[in-house]
């Protein structure tokens, strides 16, 4: 009798709860990453070119490497300070003030993260509370609404168009505010689209932060990727330093996306905050690879110019080939990425870019996975080879061909 209740028990439990029931709300709603779906697809095909993939090509310079190698060697594998290295906070600082001029205290206002996504979420999760809309230009890079959403605040987006380049426009941004409006993330050069902005465009949008007293986050990791003149940090508007939380990195400039090496710096009391939550989830970042970036930011800037003018070089190649096939692409001046439209071919994004895949064997991702705005277009990126670029335009071409003919 005993065991028969005790297996009754047993039976009601498992009717009554599976595991995703344990789950909290945000975590069993959170959707898949898009980009990685396309990527699962191409799997296991050796014939497939992959324009998918957001990292560079190339390989992270040698000397770079060799810094971390030697790391090891004299067995340098301990904590370093939460914050992260002096002497890399110290790089960063002088780095930033060079290259962008924008002026940051090692001391307490740069905190070195692992990769900018970490800084991201810091950022999002030391200034969100519940019901906080966070206000996202799109399309745009996929993880800024998942992690609105997870810390409890309401992502808002706010379509961008071709025809303006992506560019967000100060009317676009005055129309979407609301009272409950905390945040706003800025992401340029963008990924996927490649736009930027000038200084002159950045002016009304830092008018309208100063009205609304909005905090903003600043992706800049493509900042050295920008074809047309010096990247513009955000930070550096008159007036935007201390209502700015910039966040950079070394995976796109330096080809050091495995090594997880980021940073974020902004006003102390906000760097403090991000640094508090950093020392209870993370502690620090990898000391091999702080010792790796480092080294980079020292000597590896003029490698980093020969990665760029090589991406300028494939930049044109593609939007050039894309042009001739039909697609409809206007010129990015940021990034590694081209946005072609693909509504000319009578097939949405995601169908599009599923037999693209199967039929020709390119693998490129869906626009519609980067919000408003991205439907109708197709994310490629041209951080591969040339001969790769040539072949995959190429198999586009036929694939178009074969499609506008039925």
Known sequence: MIKDKEQQLVSTKTVRASMSEYLAPGARSLKPSGIRRFFDLASGRKDIITLGVGEPDF????????????????????????????????????YLHNRFAVDYDPANEILVTVGGSEAIDLALRALVEPGDEILIPEPCYITYSPITSLGGGIPVGIETFAKDQFKLKAEQLEASITPRSKVLILCYPSNPTGGIMTYEEWLP???????????????????????????????????????????????????????????????????????????????????????????????????????????????????????????????????????????????????????????????AVPGNVFGLGGEGHLRCSYATSVPQLNEALERIGAFVESVKKG
Not at 69 to 81: C, D, F, N, R
């Open 59 to 94: 390989v992270t310079p040698w000397h770079v490497r060799d810094a971390c190698v030697s790391a090891l060697e004299a067995g340098k594998t301990q904590y370093t300070s939460n914050a992260g290295m002096p002497e890399l906070r110290e790089a960063i600082g002088e």
């Open 205 to 363: 949008i830092a008018r309208i932060v100063e009205k609304h007293d909005l905090i903003v986050i600043s992706d800049e990791i493509y900042a050295e990727l920008s074809y047309n003149g010096n990247h513009v940090s955000f930070a550096s508007v008159p007036g935007m330093r201390d209502r700015t939380i910039l966040v950079s990195g070394f995976s796109k400039a330096f080809a050091m996306t495995g090594w997880r090496m980021g940073y974020t710096c902004g006003h102390p009391e906000l760097i403090s905050a991000m640094l508090r939550i950093h020392q209870y989830t993370i502690m620090c970042a990898p000391t091999m690879g702080q010792v790796a970036a480092l080294e980079a930011l020292k000597n590896g800037l003029g490698e980093k110019d020969r990665m760029v003018e090589s991406y300028n070089q494939r930049r044109r190649l593609m939007v050039k080939g894309l042009r001739d096939i039909g697609l409809d692409c206007f010129e990015p001046h940021g990034a590694f990425y081209v946005f072609p439209s693909v509504a000319d071919t009578g097939l949405d994004s995601e169908t599009f870019a599923e037999r693209l895949l199967t039929e020709a064997g390119v693998a």
